[in-house]
């Protein structure tokens, strides 16, 4: 009998939030040849963004790339007929708000709303355009990367919504805010949840309440703590192990590039 394959990003992970001795603090940034970022590094600002702050609106010229250390943020578009509000990204410490700039657009085309407040790095886009002129100048390349597994990954939640049952896609969601944010606790509501995994809120409070009940996570006041990680993993779906595959992948390949 075949031993269960263990997926291959766990230890990777669970090490992360200790793996914060970083220059920047943002994968993205710190996956830059040094040089590289030395070069880029004056202009560079440290910005706070409190909850809820509006980062871009659509039809904003986009002046800035922001890289996240901590903030966790998520861009989101209106359905034209019933006004909800549709994930198109979450993003923390692994990417950036702005992504869409590097696919040639010059304004924003989506809603950028912090979901958990800290900070982030501010690079002007004059600094980015003048530094990385190329397709193949590091940091283009990296964020087109990011584009090209954020691509992916709006695909894949698309299968896994139709696919997939609540827990498992609540239990994704845990995890990725988890491992975006770089910590097991952060401040979300359950109304957040609901918009960003596309799920009814009733049905959050609920699934919430059980995975509370069983000692998985801990929610109040706005903040929810995971407690057990690895028994959500043995909840989520595959979709899961897909999509933080497609994220890390961005960072690697990148020294022989
Ligand atoms: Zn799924």
Same mark, same amino acid.
């Given at each position: 009998m075949l031993e269960p394959q263990q997926p291959?990003? &766990?230890r990777e992970r669970r090490a992360r939030p200790e793996q914060h001795s970083l220059l920047f603090g943002n994968r993205?940034?710190?996956?830059?040849?040094?040089?590289?970022?030395?070069?880029?590094?004056?202009?560079?600002?440290r910005v706070f963004f409190?909850?809820?702050?509006?980062?871009?609106?659509?039809?904003?010229?986009?002046?800035?790339?922001?890289?996240?250390?901590?903030?966790?943020?998520w861009s989101w578009t209106e359905t034209t007929e019933t006004q909800r509000p549709t994930s198109v990204l979450t993003v923390g410490h692994r990417g950036v708000v702005e992504w869409n700039r590097v696919l040639a657009t010059g304004r924003g085309n989506t809603c950028a709303?912090?979901?958990?407040?800290?900070?982030?790095?501010?690079l002007p886009i004059d600094a980015f355009e003048q530094t990385q002129p190329l397709p193949t100048s590091p940091l283009r390349r990296l964020l087109l990367r990011f584009a090209n597994a954020t691509i992916l990954n709006a695909a894949c939640r698309l299968a896994c919504n139709a696919e997939h049952n609540i827990d498992q896609?609540?239990?994704?969601?845990?995890?990725?805010?988890?491992?975006e944010c770089g910590?097991? &606790?952060f401040a979300?509501?359950?109304?957040?949840?609901?918009?960003?995994?596309?799920?009814?809120?009733?049905?959050?409070?609920?699934?919430?309440?059980?995975f509370q009940r069983s000692g998985l996570v801990r929610s109040q006041h706005g903040r929810l703590r995971v407690l057990q990680p690895e028994r959500l993993e043995?909840?989520?779906?595959?979709?899961?192990?897909?999509i933080l595959n497609n994220a890390d992948g961005v960072f690697k390949n990148e020294s022989g590039a």
């Open positions: 291959p990003y &766990e993205i940034l710190d996956s830059l040849p040094p040089k590289e970022a030395e070069r880029l590094a004056p202009a560079m600002r409190q909850r809820d702050q509006t980062i871009v609106r659509p039809g904003e010229p986009i002046i800035f790339l922001h890289f996240p250390v901590d903030v966790f943020a709303t912090v979901i958990s407040p800290g900070a982030a790095w501010r896609r609540l239990a994704r969601w845990l995890l990725w805010v988890a491992d910590r097991m &606790e979300i509501t359950h109304q957040q949840i609901a918009e960003i995994a596309a799920i009814r809120r009733p049905s959050v409070s609920l699934a919430l309440s059980q043995k909840i989520v779906c595959p979709c899961y192990w897909f």
